[in-house]
């Protein structure tokens, strides 16, 4: 069985990114490679702003992908998509059935009940994802209840949606401007659940924080289940707008936060010759900044009426760019005592060809491939053979002649004939101006 090779495009706060993954004949996934190219202008908080800007540089990523030794000579043709950002919010759907007699649930009982519940109206927003929180059958909690029998069905769905627009120009750029077959939209939060969230983690409860450069995306899992979706407008590019009104460009306050932002301690661990600046000064900024985004992520399993310490055990899971800011995680530890925090990483059973892809940036858009690579559909193709012509052929030879020979009787025939038809008219005219004159004799 040949393996399937897929695509993927995810577009953040301030990048876009794209990976190529290959899922061999036991469903193991390898990802292939991996680019990047920032889209600050082009982006505001996850969704697309100016379609011609971000269609150009999903064109420079397929390019640099299909160069990549382990995907060349394929060509990239259709692509699985992320979606994200402020757009995207949790609502809550409530579906129930009553039967006559007990009737078994089967899988297209859920299926009805899925696309019931997807189907409720919403005027300005569109349902991307339906995911299921609780079955209850005949006055039961059943988390699985295909199966089981029963005359009354209750059950309660988390729909995400986002705003028409964003999927819209996701389309714009990516179908049409780029010719990109469009092969699945898929949420990014869910989908790096899927990948860094393990299944004992999800049925204690544990909440996923997606710290992004525009966005900072909670969702809380109880019992197995998504209980609680929201995007908060903050996240770690406030961090370097503070730190530019101190005079400096967003590039090089992007870089100071980098090197020298500090979470957790008021002097950054820094050698005084290493920044012409002062490193304290500018770290109160980053520290205040922090340690507001902080607070309002602590804040989130009051919303979802839950306490993080007492039913969310398996603590908090970071992922996102924002989440490498020095000392970030053991500031979410001092604001609540007792609270796990750890930071997302691949699974093993992903295989890597480079290990500089095992950095925390990479998980977005390799959950995307993850989701894909249970049923994955071909997102690539072979370029067609080309026929390579010999240059020995002249243009008057013809396919199959083997043009040495037809030369030579060329040749032949040239001679027979008085040489070509050049020197054929050129001798007829030297004939003419050499005969005698009639007149002169």
């Known amino acids: 069985m040949e393996p399937t090779y897929i695509a993927a495009i995810e577009i953040g706060s301030s990048h876009i990114r794209a990976a190529v993954g290959r899922v061999d004949e036991t469903g193991t996934l390898s990802v292939l490679g991996v680019e990047e190219e920032c889209a600050i202008d082009a982006v505001r908080y996850g969704a697309v702003q100016n379609v011609e800007e971000v269609s150009n540089r999903i064109s420079k990523l397929k390019l640099k992908l299909e160069n990549h030794q382990t995907i060349h000579p394929?060509?990239?043709?259709?692509?699985?998509?992320a979606l994200g950002g402020r757009s995207t919010m949790g609502a809550s759907a409530?579906?129930?059935?009553?039967?006559?007699?007990?009737?078994?649930?089967?899988?297209?009982v859920l299926r009805q009940l899925n696309?019931?519940?997807?189907?409720?109206?919403?005027?300005d927003r569109t349902v991307v994802q339906v995911l299921p929180r609780q079955f209850i059958v005949d006055n039961m909690d059943i988390a699985n209840p295909r199966g089981t029998f029963g005359r009354d069905i209750h059950a309660e769905f988390n729909l995400i949606t986002c705003k028409p627009m964003v999927q819209k120009n996701l389309v714009r750029a990516i179908s049409d401007r780029q010719q990109l077959a469009i092969k699945g939209i898929l949420v990014r939060q869910t989908a790096l659940a899927a990948l860094v969230l393990?299944?004992?983690?999800?049925?204690?409860?544990?909440?996923?924080?997606?710290?992004?450069?525009?966005?900072?995306?909670?969702?809380?899992?109880?019992?197995?289940?998504?209980?609680?979706?929201?995007?908060?407008?903050?996240?770690?590019?406030?961090?370097t707008r503070d730190i530019m009104t101190l005079g400096y460009t967003e590039e090089k306050a992007e870089e100071i936060k980098r090197?020298?932002?500090?979470?957790?301690?008021?002097?950054?661990?820094?050698?005084?010759?290493?920044?012409?600046?002062?490193?304290a000064e500018v770290n109160n900024y980053v520290r205040a900044r922090a340690g507001e985004i902080a607070a309002n992520i602590i804040e989130q399993p009051k919303y979802a009426g839950l306490s993080l310490?007492?039913?969310?055990?398996?603590?908090?899971?970071?992922?996102?760019g924002g989440?490498?800011?020095?000392?970030?995680?053991?500031?979410?530890?001092?604001?609540?005592?007792?609270?796990?925090?750890?930071?997302?990483?691949?699974?093993?059973?992903?295989?890597?060809?480079?290990?500089?892809?095992?950095?925390?940036?990479t998980l977005d858009v390799i959950s995307i491939l993850n989701i894909a690579a249970r049923v994955p559909q071909e997102c690539t193709e072979m370029p067609e053979p080309t026929v390579a012509v010999d240059s020995a052929y002249d243009e008057e030879d013809g396919p199959g002649i083997n043009p040495k020979k037809n030369r030579e009787k060329k040749k032949e025939k040239n001679k027979g004939n008085g040489g070509s038809s050049i020197d054929r008219i050129m001798g007829r005219l030297s004939k003419w101006f050499q005969e005698p004159d009639d007149n002169d004799e």
């Open 259 to 279: 090197n020298i932002g500090d979470a957790i301690n008021a002097e950054p661990a820094i050698r005084k010759h290493d920044f012409d600046g002062d490193p």
């Open 309 to 320: 310490t007492n039913d969310l055990p398996a603590g908090i899971i970071l992922v996102g």
């Open 74 to 81: 394929r060509k990239i043709k259709a692509v699985y998509v």
């Open 323 to 361: 989440s490498r800011l020095r000392g970030f995680p053991q500031l979410l530890q001092s604001q609540q005592s007792n609270v796990k925090v750890r930071l997302g990483s691949l699974p093993p059973e992903i295989r890597i060809s480079d290990p500089r892809l095992q950095s925390i940036d």
């Open 115 to 123: 696309d019931e519940a997807r189907a409720q109206a919403f005027s």
């Open 198 to 239: 393990s299944s004992d983690e999800k049925k204690l409860g544990c909440m996923l924080v997606d710290f992004g450069a525009e966005t900072t995306t909670v969702s809380i899992y109880k019992n197995g289940f998504l209980t609680y979706f929201a995007t908060l407008p903050i996240g770690s590019r406030c961090i």
């Open 94 to 108: 409530t579906v129930e059935r009553a039967y006559n007699e007990e009737t078994e649930i089967t899988a297209d």
